[in-house]
């Protein structure tokens, strides 16, 4: 049995469906990419799994549980947590202090067994931002503070992880750091649902990869399979090598050369209702 199972999920905004009947997994010991153009459904679905929002249609299972009525503070003491595309780190308070505070939340007893200096820095060395322990946290860059968040994260030894964006204002080298420190995570035996742009770090560490486009999953399979499916590539460029035989060697492109410091393009005429769905 999956650890992660999304079964025939819909998710609709009055008129507009944001999720169209989405089925998918995540695996234990494996990392697993949900990616898509810009507004396909992919934060819903992880707003769906985490409890923010409550599906129209379809379940979700995790762990081998229905999870559907089950409020966010019980998905994540059964072992599921999340990262956002938006940065949650408490700003006023330093990075040391953002994980003492994720620690002492999981370990409970109102703050009555607190945790050790050497536990916290564990976990930023593992996260590889022990440098930045004594700075505010609304003073680090970006992609340290991605990391910052991965590392509240771990304060809760999760089951599952579900990271949204998570290479979002890392520079190549401190990337593929974080593609080996995903790998490690899996390799313990956690699950890894990771919802990214770079295409470079999907296609190098993910297991299997999901592909959404308006709201339904378009692909599902290895990351070799995914960069060559002619519906993956119309989804994000607009065209496939399949429809497209007539086009000149120049003008013709793979999925993995999507330029990485930009999000992907919306395919033409559909604004409206990807960003409906984001």
Do not use: W
Not at 73 to 99: C, I, P, W, Y
Request: hydrophobic letters at 40%; one cysteine or more; a negative charge.
């Amino acid at each position: 049995m999956s650890l992660l199972e999304v079964d025939d999920v819909v998710v609709q905004f009055g008129g507009v469906t944001a999720v169209n009947h989405a089925s998918f997994t995540a695996e234990a010991g494996r990392i697993t990419g949900l990616i898509g153009p810009n507004g396909a459904g992919k934060t819903t679905c992880f707003n769906v799994i985490s409890g923010l929002q409550k599906p129209t249609e379809g379940k979700v299972r995790f762990d081998g549980k229905t999870v559907n009525s089950t409020p966010v503070h019980r998905r994540s003491k059964r072992g599921m947590a999340r990262t956002f595309q938006r940065l949650e780190a408490f700003g006023s308070l330093t990075v040391r202090d953002n994980v003492r505070v994720a620690l002492d939340i999981h370990r409970g007893l109102a703050g009555l067994v607190k945790p050790g200096r050497a536990d916290i820095d564990a976990l930023l060395e593992r996260v590889g931002i022990a440098g930045y322990a004594q700075e505010r946290a609304d003073s680090i860059p970006t992609g340290t503070a991605r990391l910052l968040e991965l590392a509240r994260c771990l304060a809760g030894d999760p089951k599952l992880l579900l990271l949204d964006e998570p290479s979002s204002g890392l520079d190549e080298t401190e990337t593929d750091s974080f593609g080996d420190l995903l790998k490690d995570l899996a390799a313990e035996g956690r699950g890894v649902l990771m919802v990214e742009h770079d295409m470079d770090l999907v296609m190098a560490v993910c297991d299997v990869i999901h592909v959404l486009d308006f709201g339904q999953v378009i692909a599902s399979g290895l990351p070799t399979a995914i960069r060559s499916d002619p519906l993956v590539q119309k989804a994000y460029l607009g065209y496939s090598d399949v429809e497209e035989s007539e086009m000149s060697d120049e003008t013709r492109h793979d999925l993995p050369a999507v330029d990485v410091t930009t999000e992907i393009p919306v395919v033409a005429g559909a604004v409206g209702t990807r960003e409906a769905g984001r």
